[in-house]
């Protein structure tokens, strides 16, 4: 009785053997289905991409609007009785300023005594001498240095 019983079960295997394993099975078709499902999806948005293409192609190959429109978007072109405005953003652009610092004058040296024998050395001890060209000029902003005294 026990050897039947063993044989029965092996039979029951053997049969199911094909139905969860094999070439049909339930794993195979699960995977089959998911794969379809996938597809399917993909097809409907690739079938409104090209809905959408052939829509245009018409509106292209019939009307003038369509072209109207691509030639001012995409190329900027206008009628010759249009006139043109670009709004640009709000925000102004920065403005690179370096501060320029003014050139430190020497102070000035006592003119030095004429001899009193000397009559042209006078004349020139009066004159003062001329003042250094400036080399740039401060912004207002930028602060003012003390002169070293």
Known sequence: MRILAV??????????????????????????????????????????????????????????????????????????????????????LPIATTPVQPPVTPPAEPAAAPPEDDPEAAPQASTPAPAPAPTAVAPASAPVPASPQ
């Open 7 to 92: 044989i029965l079960a092996t039979c029951i295997v053997l049969l199911q053997w094909p139905l969860w394993i094999g070439k049909g099975s339930w794993l195979k078709v699960w995977q089959i289905e998911t794969q379809l499902a996938e597809q399917k999806q993909q097809n409907t948005k690739l079938q409104s991409r090209n809905d959408a293409m052939n829509a245009e192609v018409r509106d292209l190959k019939t009307g003038t609007d369509a072209i109207e429109e691509r030639a001012r978007n995409e190329l900027g072109m206008v009628r010759q009785d249009e006139v043109f405005f670009q709004i640009l953003d709000s925000k102004p």
